[in-house]
Nanobody
Framework: QVQLVESGGGLVQAGGSLRLSCVAS????????MGWFRQAPGKEREFVAA????????YYADSVKGRSTISRDNAKNTVYLQMNTLKPEDTAVYYC????????????????????WGQGTQVTVSS
């Protein structure tokens, strides 16, 4: 089992920045990919970014590409999501996700590719 705990959310003005963190514990040696998803009120959960655990391959949703950076610190079992130039439409609960299954990149954009999830951290961007 793997446990995920997110932090770093909060209230920020449009144009500001936040860095979300996700600390993994448990069977972290088995992790292959970690990702970030978000869910706004009344909307479905959507993919934000993903990173392979063992190699530096990253994937981003078009909505955040160029404004966000996903990175990892293997020694700390932590994945980060740096978000810049935030917009009100970025307001959502952000969830960290992980999988220890080998997955082709094309499925990493779907929530069903991940079997471990954190509780989420709220990000609110005011205009």
């Amino acid at each position: 089992q793997v446990q995920l705990v997110e932090s770093g959310g909060g209230l920020v003005q449009a144009g500001g920045s936040l860095r979300l963190s996700c600390v993994a514990s448990g069977r972290t040696f088995s992790l292959r990919t970690m990702g970030w998803f978000r869910q706004a009120p009344g909307k479905e959960r959507e993919f934000v970014a993903a990173i392979w655990w063992s190699v530096t391959s990253t994937y981003y949703a078009d909505s955040v590409k160029g404004r966000s950076t996903i990175s990892r610190d293997n020694a700390k079992n932590t994945v980060y999501l740096q978000m810049n130039t935030l917009k009100p439409e970025d307001t959502a609960v952000y969830y960290c996700a992980a999988t220890n299954r080998p997955q082709p990149p094309r499925v990493l954009f779907t929530s069903t590719a991940y079997e471990y999830w954190g509780q989420g951290t709220q990000v609110t961007v005011s205009s």
